[in-house]
């Protein structure tokens, strides 16, 4: 009987270093990475990529399964949309896209282990690791679908779905460049089980101004610039931008129009195929 113990110990220790089902997937997404990014932009290597994403696209639909989202295209493609590193949108969240015309509403349904690996990518950019971090913070939002920043300036408090473990939605304003002014993107993230849907609007609410935290913006940026610093103007304006937001996020719950944001925050979460 020793021989049926030995086969029991070496299928364990097969199971116990088998490959987690994401892998087939990374690997082919690595390969492409390393092809594309030293290949010469041309008709036959962009032939070469399209197949190349197309195929990663086919993978995804295989480990996340069929997936409809009210009020978006079901033709669902890679939320990665490039290869080519340095290429703006490069390191997109791994996962299936979906938006509709204009990308006006973008969603992204991945699962927790792409979206592990996906943090651990980003870590010299300065992402939190743990996933509960990562949604409270800018960067998350910044990465995971546009090449344009964002700036996070409060939390909607949504219901959570008996059956999700997570259901975050935040309050925040993208831009190329200055990200300070009146929020209109509304951001809803939720994880089931092993599945992570992430629903961005981008033009979903009209807020506004307020004053008590303009006040704070104006002190920041009028303290001096530590010359010290070789971004001294830029850490002087990150640094008046973190009162200002902490100040917004206070300050939010208090306005007019925030009862109307997290009614549209539930919303977006309404438009997932929670069970």
């Known amino acids: 009987m020793k021989w049926l113990a030995l086969l029991c110990l070496s299928l364990f220790a097969a199971s116990a270093n088998a490959a987690p089902p994401e892998q087939h997937y990374l690997d082919l997404r690595d390969r492409g990475i390393a092809k594309f990014s030293k290949a010469t932009e041309n008709d036959e290597t962009t032939k070469q990529h399209d197949a190349a994403i197309n195929e990663l696209t086919g993978v995804l639909r295989g480990l ?86 964002f700036g996070k300036y409060a939390e909607l408090p949504i219901t959570k779905p008996a059956s999700a473990s997570v259901a975050v939605a935040v309050l925040g304003l993208r831009g190329n460049g200055d990200i300070k002014g009146a929020p209109t993107e509304i951001d809803v993230i939720v994880i089931q089980g092993e599945k992570v849907y992430f629903v961005a609007a981008s033009d979903a609410i009209k807020t506004g101004t307020i004053p008590a935290c303009e006040a704070v913006w104006k002190q920041g940026m009028a303290k001096p610039i530590d010359k010290k610093d070789p971004r001294g103007d830029m850490t002087r304006e990150d640094n008046a931008m973190t009162a200002f937001t902490q100040c917004f996020a206070r300050a939010a719950p208090s306005q007019t129009w925030f009862a109307a944001a997290v009614k549209k925050a539930q919303a977006q979460l309404d438009m997932l195929p929670l069970r």
Do not use: C
């Open 64 to 149: 996340i399964g069929p997936v409809t989202i009210k009020g978006l295209p079901a033709d669902a493609k890679s939320n990665v949309d490039t290869l080519y590193k340095g290429d703006s949108g490069f390191g997109h969240l791994d996962g299936l896209g979906f938006a509709t015309e204009g990308d006006k509403i973008q969603a992204v349904v991945t699962t927790t282990g792409l979206l592990k690996h996906w943090l651990a990518e980003h870590r010299k950019d300065g992402m939190p690791q743990e996933i509960d971090a990562a949604f409270k913070s800018d960067s998350f939002y910044y990465a995971a679908i546009q090449d344009s920043a």
